[in-house]
């Protein structure tokens, strides 16, 4: 299972770092994305991270603000958010791709296991 942290109520221009932990001894196998969902919006992906990190890619509105890692050693990926705008105001999901050592795509289906989510709201 994957689970999320680090969410939580910032003002606009501010910074947050989300981390999602997993407890699969597979983890540093397996691609893990982000994704986010706004009130009655589609669920939108952020950023993706393959297995070693050595392949990274970021939604349009994530480049240049958002930032993913992982540290394997400790089965976690990172998203560290900056410049935060009210338009960031969802809950964000990690998930873990379903095929491993390959880079899974940015469409939500290519992800078989997700974490419960964590709020993030951007207050102006």
């Known amino acids: 299972p994957l689970v999320e942290s680090g969410g939580g109520l910032v003002q606009a221009g501010g910074s947050l770092t989300l981390s999602c932990t997993s407890s699969?001894?597979?983890?540093?196998?397996?691609?893990i994305a982000w994704f986010r969902q706004a009130p009655g919006k589609e669920r939108e992906f952020v950023a993706h991270?393959?297995?070693?990190?050595?392949?990274?890619g970021y939604g349009d509105f994530a480049i240049g603000r958002f930032a993913i890692s992982r540290d394997n050693a400790k089965m976690t990926v990172y998203l560290q958010m900056n410049s935060l705008k009210r338009e960031d105001t969802a809950v964000y999901y990690c998930?873990?791709?379903?095929?491993?050592?390959?880079?899974?795509?940015?469409?939500?289906?290519?992800?078989?296991?997700w974490g419960q989510g964590t709020q993030v709201t951007v207050s102006s």
């Open positions: 998930a873990q791709g379903g095929k491993p050592n390959w880079l899974s795509d940015r469409l939500p289906s290519s992800y078989p296991s």
């Open positions: 699969g001894r597979t983890f540093s196998m397996y691609t």
């Open positions: 991270i393959s297995g070693g990190g050595n392949s990274i």
